[in-house]
């Protein structure tokens, strides 16, 4: 719990029962992984904090999963398609990912953090 910075669960005990209590982060907040590559394009760094973590977890989990196209990204991630387009269209405008393939079949690839 102490290296993904989530706090210690609470334990209960009776006589004949116990129970742990983990608490979690909010939903849509991203556990830091000991490792895990953390890219936010400059035009997202002004951003709130939560748009970066969702931007962040947006990359690592296009580079886990190329060639995605939105809804499939979306119910991968449990994020709205909306906010996904959003995030994107941003990402698209940074060079930091592209649309390969054809409108029907074709997906999303994250680029080398230089772009190309």
Known sequence: MKNYGLDRPIIETGESWFSIEFKR???DATIERPGAVQVIPPSMAGQNEGVNEG???LLNY???HPGLRTPAI???LGTPVKTIERWLKNLKKEGA???RGSPKTG???ALPQGGG
């Open 74 to 76: 979306s119910r991968g």
């Open 97 to 99: 990912i592209q649309f």
């Open 25 to 27: 982060k909010p939903q």
């Open 62 to 64: 296009m580079r886990l």
């Open 55 to 57: 931007v962040t977890r």
């Open 107 to 109: 997906g999303y690839h």
